[in-house]
């Protein structure tokens, strides 16, 4: 049973403009949320979190938000650039416990 | 730095083959874990170590079996190989989740299955 999910596989955006990668989950008792971005042949690596105390955290070109009665959060990029180019997995958890749940990825392209 | 590591990037093994697939963190970290990537169905928790000598099963663990007698390393064994097990294995690890929260991830074992 997927807890957490992406609906979107794939996206396709042009350079300089906005992403938005989405992810749904369906558990209310989790209490934080991560974004990972995976090259092809390498490990996925940490993007940007945010707690379910808050509904936005920012870093840079990157900013997730939570919107806990929907059970959903997003990814923006903006602007979007062609190293942008991954696929993106959201991840959530609950406390206490460390297991993590991903979600099945998007992939995004961004184009020059 | 931190760091994960797999053994090989690229495995191919044959079918009914025992196959070894090991991990190593240089953080010290107590949860170690292992999933594995297919299209379109994400990352798969197979099996989670919090301890030394310590595992619990994931959401697939039919195939697979773990080992971890050392706190850095975390050995993940099928024990016969099967096609349906080809796939892109990963490895991670990260302290007990409180404060702070995040997972660090090796660069893959591709593994296929003949």
């Known amino acids: 049973d997927q807890q957490v999910k992406q609906n979107s596989p794939s996206l396709s955006v042009q350079e300089g403009r906005i992403s938005i990668l989405n992810c749904d989950y369906t558990n209310s008792m989790f209490d934080y949320f991560l974004w990972y971005k995976k090259y092809p042949a390498e490990g996925p690596t940490f993007l940007i979190s945010?707690?379910?105390?808050?509904d936005k955290n920012e870093d840079g070109r990157f900013t997730v938000f939570l919107n806990k009665s929907a059970k959903h959060l997003s990814l923006h990029i903006v602007p979007s650039q062609p190293g942008d180019s991954a696929v993106y997995f959201c991840?959530?958890?609950?406390?206490?416990?460390?297991?993590?749940?991903f979600g099945t990825g998007t992939s995004l392209t961004v184009i020059p | 730095d931190v760091k994960v590591t797999q053994s090989s990037r690229y495995l191919v093994k044959r079918t009914g083959e025992k196959v070894f697939l090991e991990c190593v963190q240089d953080?010290?970290?107590?949860?170690m874990f292992w999933y594995r990537q297919d299209p379109g169905l994400g990352l798969r928790l197979i099996y989670f170590?919090?301890?030394?000598?310590?595992?619990e099963k994931g959401d697939i663990p039919e195939g697979y079996s773990v080992s971890r007698e050392k706190k850095e390393r975390f050995s993940l064994i099928l024990e016969s190989a099967s096609t349906n097990q080809t796939s892109m294995y990963l490895c991670a690890s990260s302290p007990p989740l409180g404060a702070y929260n995040e997972q660090f991830f090796g660069p893959g074992t591709r593994l296929t299955v003949l």
């Open positions: 945010i707690s379910s105390i808050k």
């Open positions: 991840a959530a958890l609950r406390h206490p416990g460390n297991q993590f749940y």
């Open positions: 170590s919090y301890d030394v000598k310590m595992k």
């Open positions: 953080m010290d970290h107590e949860n």
